[in-house]
């Protein structure tokens, strides 16, 4: 059995948003991801969709984007995603209720895969807006916004916790953890979520978001204070999923 993880699939079954016009890679995307999944992903598998499934507005406009998810081969676990408004945190129970055996939503709670415990979040991060000088260069940003973006990764560090907890208190301690936001800014060597990571000895962290060439340096790729981080956006693996274990 492997894990694997990938993100931001972006569907729209039943919205009209094409993701073509966001360059090559978007093109047929849905096939990509269908025909990677089917090749590499295994019945006994499980596989983690860090977040931004659908672009539907509500869980009806879902629909055909979750079946689409659900008709892949493994165990899929999904994160919640900046643009999941279908996803409402407070409802996260009755989503995993509804689709018990097809589906699971990871929020407030944590999966098993073998004997590690596998905790997430959506997470938050600081993307600016940023103040350049005229070689590029970062001189400054915005400080009201940035006070903001704290009190979102507060609410989100809370969430996280949680996920932590209730894994600690079943006896786990070996930990996977997954963010759909960046672990860290562009003007960051270390965060609250990294710290959380260090703090339980996680092994992997795994995010997305980060979406075309100029963003997929904005954060942490690869081994660090002893935790591989792996960027696993849709576009960024060509939409075939990354294995993690």
């Known amino acids: 059995m492997s894990l694997y ?39 006994e598998d499980t596989i983690v969709i860090t977040g931004d499934h659908s672009w539907g507005r509500n869980l009806e406009e879902c629909r055909e984007d979750l079946k689409f998810i659900e008709a892949l081969p493994g165990r899929k676990i999904l994160l919640r995603g900046n643009h999941d408004m279908f996803w409402d945190a407070k409802k996260t129970a009755r989503m995993n209720q509804e689709y018990q055996g ?32 005229r070689r590029g260069r970062i001189t400054g940003w915005d400080e009201e916004k940035e006070e903001h973006a704290k009190k979102l990764i507060g609410r989100e560090m809370t969430r996280l916790q949680t996920s932590f907890d209730a894994a600690s208190a079943a006896g786990y301690r070996k930990f996977i953890l997954f963010l759909h936001y960046p672990p860290t800014s562009i003007i960051e060597t270390d965060s609250a979520f990294t710290r959380i990571a260090e703090q339980y000895h996680v092994e992997h962290v795994v995010y997305s978001h980060c979406h075309g060439e100029s963003r997929f340096g904005d954060s942490i790729r690869g081994e660090y204070h002893g935790i591989m981080y792996h960027l696993v956006s849709g576009d960024y693996l060509n939409f075939c999923p990354e294995r993690i274990l």
């Open 5 to 43: 993880a990938i993100g931001d699939f972006h569907l729209s079954f039943q919205t009209d948003k094409p993701m073509d016009s966001f360059g090559r890679v978007w093109r047929k995307h849905e096939e990509k991801i269908q025909k990677n999944c089917n090749k590499l992903v295994s019945p």
């Open 102 to 133: 097809r589906l699971a939503f990871l929020q407030n709670n944590y999966y098993v895969y073998e004997d590690y415990a596998l905790v997430g979040t959506k997470g938050y991060t600081f993307e600016g807006p940023f103040y350049l000088d």
